[in-house]
Structure formats: structure tokens, C-alpha cells
């Protein structure tokens, strides 16, 4: 059993995605499955998803969310009620035309969302403004058919996601609450995944289909240089709501007037765990994000030999029961690698390409001086401490490797974002592994243009490098008065994110 | 908004499959969709389920099972591989065979249930006893094409469900668990929604397609007559493992030899709300289970006329808000009807269709006397109690209601099984909607000649009952030692409970 077999066999600079492959398939999260573009979430992951139901569930209760469960079967008329919707999915959509040895008369799709599945509910619950606000949430799993570029909790053909969707009676009360459940995902990936986000808007080319606006968080992954939209926070407006029926009396219910109301729907799905992996993971393996690590703490009894006296080896079992306990009713989720058929070096490789954040290393040194040494998955600095009130020290470094982790892959993120004011510039800083913020004009038209002339192309003309598109329009982005677009030289309206993306 | 418009329009004992309808769409816990055979889980019912997956999650975690998530779709190849299971399934898959425009080369199935998916992963993941018992769970809806006699909650094409999948060494630790997941789905039954259940085996004929045998739990649907399965641990031997070559080294690594393990897979389903639903609900509506209903007591200010001084409506409001402010705090879920566009009776009308099991009725004359009038969903008795420590009073009131039900319920079911000799008594028992004990021969053709001979036709040809089936062999049934089969009169081995079914 040897390190080779067992640990990565590339590094992250030199093959990311190989590298990504490794550290998801051998850190235990992932495995790969029978059908291209769908994935088995191991404990690991689906550990880290609970977290995020958790923390989101109680959160969107508190805005008077409730739960429901609508049908995963859409017939063709329903799928296709709103165009720029149906337009925007009918590639991807999977259709069912046959059960059992029958032929059905009438295909019917898997979701791929559920607004359509929805909405002819919400047209018979909703009769007058008192139904108003509505607001149901749902996990599940979706199906889109994509047949390139599958890339494991990234792009999937089936992927896990909640779909909240709204209904208001003003657009005041719709935006509002478009912002409020941005900034809920933004604190997911910042609170839960250590992972810095930019808020901001999509633009007209990028918004979901049927969307009045599209709202977005955005992450950079340095590995490879690339942007990767990390939930969606959409205004339907009334689109929806006009085809679907959705409407109160007008008045009070004095008159014949209705009015449609404001509809809004959002979503954040398992690629924000792929995110977290693909921005801590290093090349010895997994790093996870310690709030959400289904074990967050591996304790390795040390420096027991064959000659070491049983009576010795029976109180450091003691020691470490002690600690595990402590720890347990702490409520800090911990695991004592007991194993006799290994050594501790396997343990530590076994542990560490697993992501666990922190490693207890207890010998009968330590238990002699009531300490333990605690190692950091992350910096794997080592660290003796006194075992006395040995939780509140692991809490307190949980925390600690939290902010780090943060803070670290702020700084990265930030000094991996360039200003760019011309194309060459623009051209230049994406070939560096960059995302550029640049003035824009805003046109679609002018987008189109851009990613098209930053597609790399190699000599037999096959694509090296996708072109950049926009990410979004920071909401926190400076004004770009007077100047001109990075590309078309038109006047700029909006200092605009770009880059290469998932 | 007369009482005929929104109360049911037909009494349980009148039309009760119309009835149950009427009950769950009126009672908000369920919308019909327009695919039939799918329904939308509204709030109400979407929070039973959630209290069931919270209760059921914290006893698996103790037992050591992981939870994950797998792909819903399986290759034709992965579906066909144990026969017997597919055999049992294949009539009611659903198949992918087209997406956007696109014809699949392979079309793939939509899992019934996941057994095929797992297990290629199983035979990956274990190599050595070391790796066993590999205990794992997941939360999902699974497709089943049922054609006919589709029941909101009961037999839909889709539903939600858990899948535990268990492997372990020896056979004996496999039948353990068996009985400790009958033992919880037992416990789901009766603490959470106050039904009581019997557990037993299957016959052979009745067993899961793929087990060496099937364990179940039983419940009795008093407005029908009819048994209906609640859920069942299969022990699945080592048929599977032997089809997916899931086996482990023999004396631990010595030699050659490879040993085969042995499995289990195990579910409950969003049937048990149905079942809940049909046992407890009554003429007026649904009556939910207090320990699993969204909103367990709704408080009604009272007394309150055009007449009233605002000074004693504010009075009324402050004494309401710290009655609501403490059940709150004492955990109870607590809503205050504070509508001021419908009537007092009207609020009664509405809460009681919808199940909520305590309303307190508060008007000036209580809060004079600083008290509240406690009316029970179920009996409809009337208390008036101190509104001192007013949330330990609704806590009992919660717990004693919970028991009466679960008695009540109990005491139906006894004296609606019918211990019976012969098929004459067997039959007149049967249309008295009764289920019934008889001794039997064990024997699947028998079971089919039973099923076939107490089938009711009507002059026309058309069935208007179907045959009773093997409901279980109860495990807490007396020995029959010496008695004849009720059916066959060949030697009877079980006392079977035997019933027409969902």
C-alpha cells in the first residue's frame, strides 16, 4: 500500500481537471456511473448538501417559505406555454415514451425545472390578493440532457437543487425579495463552503429563459481561471403569470379588473459543493471546508509499538475514548481511527486525501503531559495544546480554519480579477487565467462578438479555450461615466464581469 | 361562503372513496395534476413527511447508515440483471428514449427503485470484510407505471420515498436488522401518526421481487375494510451479490476462496400519510396527528362585534399575542386566525377541514378570567382551562390527544379482525369489512385459489371486489398446530392474516 497507489498522481497547476477527477473520485465524494454526466453522491458530498438544506431551510422559513413537492412529469402542452422558456430547455429535455412494453400516446418530459409544473397550481390557489404573498420551496432533482462538457457536481445530467418560487402582488415586494434570497446564497458559500462569491446581474444574453431579470452569484475558480455561476436569483415579472393565469381581482374584488402578479423563482444546486472542492482541494487531496465536514475531527492513537507494554497501550485507549467523548458532547462531529492492521502514516495519507479538516495526534508522550498535537488539513501546520477543555480549542480552530480558508481564497480571487480598459488588454488577462472587469456597453450583440473573438482556436482549428462571456454586472462595481466599451467602443454603461467559464 | 360550498358534500361512511378525495383536496394537503396518477404534496402533507425522514434519520444515523444520493437512471443492461426483480418490475418502467430532438441509441430507465443502480457501486466499494456492514440511505421519489387503480398518497406514479441498502458478512447480522427497520417503520406508525400496524412476513408470492424473504407491516383502513402494506425490510439474502459480484475475501485474505455477502434493502413511503389520513379524518375533514401537523393549534380571538370598544379589542389582541408568544416559545407550532374579513364561525369552519388539532377560542369574558376554551379537532370537546402555564396545558392536550387517537384507531382495527376457520366464515367476514386470521397451508397456489374464489363479480362480469390476499403471517400470531388450512383443509402451517387490499 503505497503512497503512489493510494494519493494523486498529478498536480493541481499541471492537469486541473485530471487533478479535480482524482481528489472527488479518491477523496471519497463522488463516484463515477454507467451513464456519461450522472454521478453518485457518497456520504461526503451528500453531507455537505445536508448542511446547505439546513441552513437554507431555516432561513427561507423565517421569510415564510413553506415546503412542498410537485411532480417530476410535464406534459408537452405545459412545457411549453411560455416560449422563451420552452426555448431556452427544449434541447435538454428528456422525454418518457414508453412504460413498461407501451407506447404512450403522450410523451411527457422529466423536469427540468418546475415552473411550468407549478404555475397551473398557483392559477387555482390564488383567487384574491389575501392568497398573496405565495411561497413554496422544493428539493429535488433535476434532468437537462447535456451532452458535452459534463463535468462531476459542475454539469450534470441529473443534479440535486431546491427551486423556491414566489408570488407577489407588487414588483416592489417581487425585487425586494429577488435581492433577499441573493444574499442568502451569497452567505451559503461564504458561512457554509468558505468560498467568496460577486453579486450582481446577468446580462440580457445570459438571464434565465422567461426571466424579467436574472440575478447571480459568481465565484472564480484559480485552478483554472475560469468563472462558475453559483446560484440564480430570477424576476419573472409577469411573464409567467400572464400565460399561466395568475392573477387577483383588481380593487379589492370592487370591478372587473384583475391584475397579474410578480412572480419569482430561485435556485442553488449541487455544483456549489464541486465549487468548494475545486477552490480548496490542493495536491495532497480534498480540503474541506470544516462547518460542513461530515468528520471534522480524526483523532490517531501514536507511537504504540509491538514492544510497547499492553498496560500503556490500554491508557492511552483510555485517553482517547476521553477525548473522543469530549469532544462528541460537544457536539463537534469526531472519529478515532482505531485501525491495528495499518500504520499511522496510512492513516494520515487516508485522512488527509479525504479532506478531514483537523487530525488529533495522541501518543503516550502527549497523555503524559495531558496534551494532544492538532494538524491543519489546509496549512497542515502542527500545533500542541493542552487537552484541558480540549472541545472549546477544536471549536475555536474550526473557526479559525474557516476565516483563513476565506480570507485565502478571497486574496486569490482578488489579485486574479483585472481591470481592463481596451481588448488587448481584455485578451491578455484572460491568457493569464484571469476574470476581467472592463466597461461595457451592454449590448448582446457586442457580447456575442467578444466571446467569438476570445475563442482560441489551435492550428487544425479545434477550440482550445472557450470564449469569455459576461458573468454578471456587479452590484458593487464602480460607474463607468464616459467611457468607452472594451470592445465596440460604443459608450459603456456598466463595468461588466467577464471570463471564461463552466 | 355557506358551510355546503367548502364543507365535505359526502359522509365517510356514504361514498368513501369520494369522501378520502374531498377530505385531502379540501384539506389542502393535496391538488390533483394533470397527469394522472402524480399529484402536488401541498405544505401540509410535505411536513408530515419531514417530520418522518427528521425521526427516522436520527434512529438510522445511530444505527451507523449513511445517507447519499444515486443516479435515477439505470441502463436497460444494470435494470435487467437480477431476473427476478425485473420481472416483478418491468411492467410499470418508465423509459427515456428521446431528449430535445435527439433518439437515444440506449434508452434508459427511470428507477422503480434502486437495487441495480447501488449495487455495481457495492461490488466496487467492498473488497474486504473491513469494509463491511456498508449501511446506506437515500431520500427520493421513485416511477411506477401503475395503469390502474391509482389513490392519491396510496398508489400514484410517482412518490416519495427512503431506500436503505445494507450489506454485511454473516446472514445472522442481516436478519438482525431486518427486524430493528420493521421495529422503526412500526414506530413511525404509532408515535408519529397514531396508527397501529402489524408486523409479519410475507407469503412467497406476495415477497419482493429479487429477496430471500420480505417483512412488513400491516395497517387496517376501517372505511374500506381493506388491509393496506405501510412498509416492508426485505432481506434480499445473496441473490443480488452473487448477480453484482459483491463479495469479500475468505479468512480474511487467505487462500482463494470469496464469500458472498448478504443484503437488505428497506422503505417506507408517502403512503403512510394517505393511511393516516383514511383512519383518522371524519365527516368534517381531516384531523391531523398533533405530533406531525404543520400548525398544531390555531388560537380564534372571539366575542369581538361592531360594537365592541377599541379599547377591549386591543386589550384582546395583547392577551392573544401573549398566549401565541408563549406556545411559541414553548416549541408548539401556533397560528393566530387574526382575519377581520370573515366570521368567527367561518374561521372554525376553515381550520377544522383542514385537520388543525387544537383551536383555543379566546373572547373578552376568557380574559377576564384570564382563560381560554380548548376544543379537541378529533372529539370536538370543549375545555376551558387556565390560561396560566398555558403552553404545558396545549404540550398535554397534544400528548393525550395523540395516545386517544392511537387507541381509538387500535380498538377499531381489533374489533374488525375476524379469527376464522373456514372459507364460509372467511368470506362472510371479508364482506362485513373485516380482515381476517386463519390458519393456511403456506401454499401460493392455494393463496391465488383464495384470492380468485373471494373475488366479487357483479351480474355483468365486472369485478366489484377484489379477492382477499395474504396481507402477512403475523409474527405474534398463535401456533395452529393441528388445524387444517381455511381453504385447501390440507395441513395449516401459519395463522395468516389475509384481507382485500390497496
Redesign the interface.
Known amino acids: 500500500m503505497t503512497k503512489q497507489k493510494f494519493g494523486l498522481t498529478v498536480r493541481k497547476e499541471q492537469d486541473f481537471s485530471e487533478w479535480y477527477v482524482q481528489v472527488i473520485t479518491k477523496g471519497e465524494m463522488l ?1 463515477y ?3 456519461k454526466g ?6 461526503t458530498s ?2 455537505i ?2 448542511c446547505i438544506q439546513r441552513w437554507f431551510t431555516e432561513k427561507i422559513e423565517c421569510l415564510g417559505v ?8 410535464i ?1 408537452k402542452s ?1 412545457l411549453e406555454k411560455e416560449k422563451d422558456h420552452i426555448k431556452n430547455f ?12 407501451e407506447v404512450l400516446e403522450d ?2 418530459a ?1 423536469r427540468p425545472t418546475s415552473e411550468t409544473i407549478m404555475y ?2 398557483f392559477s ?1 390557489w390564488i383567487k384574491s390578493h ?1 392568497d398573496l404573498p405565495l411561497k ?1 420551496n422544493q428539493w ?2 433535476v ?1 437537462r ?1 447535456e451532452l458535452h462538457g459534463t463535468l462531476p457536481f459542475i454539469r450534470g ?2 443534479f ?1 437543487w431546491q427551486e423556491g418560487h414566489t408570488v407577489f402582488l407588487s414588483k416592489e415586494e417581487s425585487d425586494e425579495e429577488v435581492g433577499t434570497i441573493l444574499d442568502l446564497y451569497s452567505r451559503i458559500y461564504s458561512e457554509l463552503l468558505a468560498v467568496p462569491v460577486i453579486k450582481g446581474r446577468k446580462s440580457e444574453n445570459e438571464k434565465f429563459g422567461g426571466a424579467a431579470y436574472t440575478t447571480s452569484i459568481e465565484a472564480f475558480i484559480p485552478g483554472s481561471g475560469r468563472g462558475v455561476q453559483a446560484a440564480t436569483s430570477h424576476s419573472l415579472g409577469q411573464n409567467f403569470s400572464k400565460m399561466f393565469n395568475i392573477k387577483v381581482d383588481a380593487d379589492d374584488g370592487q370591478g372587473d379588473g384583475h391584475v397579474y402578479v410578480y412572480q419569482n423563482s430561485w435556485g442553488i444546486t449541487t455544483r456549489s459543493i464541486g465549487i468548494s472542492v475545486m477552490i480548496h482541494s490542493d495536491d495532497i487531496g480534498l480540503v474541506l471546508p470544516p462547518r460542513v465536514a461530515m468528520i471534522q475531527v480524526v483523532i490517531v492513537p501514536c507511537g504504540i509499538t509491538a514492544s510497547t507494554p499492553e498496560s500503556d497501550g490500554k491508557m492511552l485507549d483510555e485517553y482517547v475514548e476521553k477525548l473522543h467523548s469530549q469532544l462528541k458532547d460537544a457536539g463537534i462531529r469526531v472519529h478515532v481511527d482505531s ?1 491495528s ?1 495499518i500504520t499511522v502514516g496510512f492513516k494520515f495519507n487516508h485522512w488527509e486525501i479525504r479532506g478531514v479538516p483537523l487530525r488529533l495526534e495522541v501518543g503516550p508522550k502527549d497523555m503524559q503531559k495531558n496534551e494532544v498535537c492538532v494538524v491543519r488539513r489546509d496549512t497542515r501546520n502542527k500545533k500542541q495544546v493542552s487537552a484541558h477543555r480540549i472541545s472549546e480549542v477544536v471549536a475555536d480552530e474550526i473557526e479559525i480554519m474557516h476565516s483563513e480558508m476565506l480570507a485565502k481564497a478571497t486574496a486569490e480571487r482578488d489579485s486574479r480579477i483585472s481591470q481592463v480598459y481596451n481588448f488587448d488588454e481584455f485578451l491578455s488577462a484572460l491568457d493569464s487565467k484571469n476574470i476581467v472587469v472592463a466597461p461595457w456597453c451592454c449590448d448582446g450583440d457586442c457580447e456575442m462578438e467578444i466571446k467569438s473573438k476570445s475563442t482560441k482556436v489551435d492550428s487544425n482549428g479545434n477550440v482550445v479555450a472557450t470564449g469569455a462571456k459576461t458573468l454578471c454586472i456587479p452590484y458593487e462595481a464602480e460607474a463607468c461615466d464616459g467611457m468607452k466599451c472594451v470592445y465596440c467602443n460604443k459608450q459603456a454603461m456598466k463595468r461588466t464581469l467577464f471570463g471564461r467559464s463552466y
Request: glycine letters at 2%; one cysteine or more.
Open positions: 463516484d456511473y454507467e451513464i450522472c454521478y453518485v453522491m457518497r456520504p451528500q453531507f448538501w445536508k413553506q415546503e412542498c413537492y410537485f411532480p417530476m412529469l406534459p405545459m427544449s434541447p435538454e429535455v428528456a422525454w418518457i415514451t414508453k412504460c413498461g412494453d410523451p411527457v422529466i397551473p397550481s387555482k389575501r413554496v429535488c432533482s434532468l440532457w445530467k441529473e440535486l485501525r492492521n
